[in-house]
Nanobody, 124 residues
Framework: QVQLVESGGGLVQAGGSLTLSCVAS????????MGWFRQAPEKEHEFVAA????????KYADSVKGRFTISRDNAKNTVFLQMSSLKPEDTAVYYC?????????????????WGRGTQVTVSS
């Protein structure tokens, strides 16, 4: 059974930093592209970042470029999202997702497995 479990969310002031983690089990983690999405209240899921299995290609949404960094540790089946210079508009539930086909996609439908999410709240 595949499981993706996010952690590291919380309440932070604008301008602050947080690092999210997502631990995967039940899959060959090193073969999967990993992505992060977020969903703010009453909004659709929004792509945040993705990384291929070799960590050689990273993709970011324009809204987070230069502020967020995706990374992974294949030995620990973990993907990270370092977030800095946080803004109130970054407030959302953050989800990690896994894609077996390695598409580095920005659409939900391109990912096979999802975590349950972790809440990030940025106060102004």
């Amino acid at each position: 059974q595949v499981q993706l479990v996010e952690s590291g969310g919380g309440l932070v002031q604008a301008g602050g930093s947080l690092t999210l983690s997502c631990v995967a089990s039940g899959l060959s983690f090193g073969r999967y592209t990993m992505g992060w999405f977020r969903q703010a209240p009453e909004k659709e899921h929004e792509f945040v970042a993705a990384m291929n299995w070799r960590s050689s290609i990273k993709k970011y949404a324009d809204s987070v470029k230069g502020r967020f960094t995706i990374s992974r540790d294949n030995a620990k089946n973990t993907v990270f999202l370092q977030m800095s210079s946080l803004k109130p508009e970054d407030t959302a539930v953050y989800y990690c997702a896994a894609d077996y086909l390695g598409r580095l996609g920005a659409r939900k439908t391109e990912y096979n497995y999802w975590g349950r999410g972790t809440q990030v709240t940025v106060s102004s």
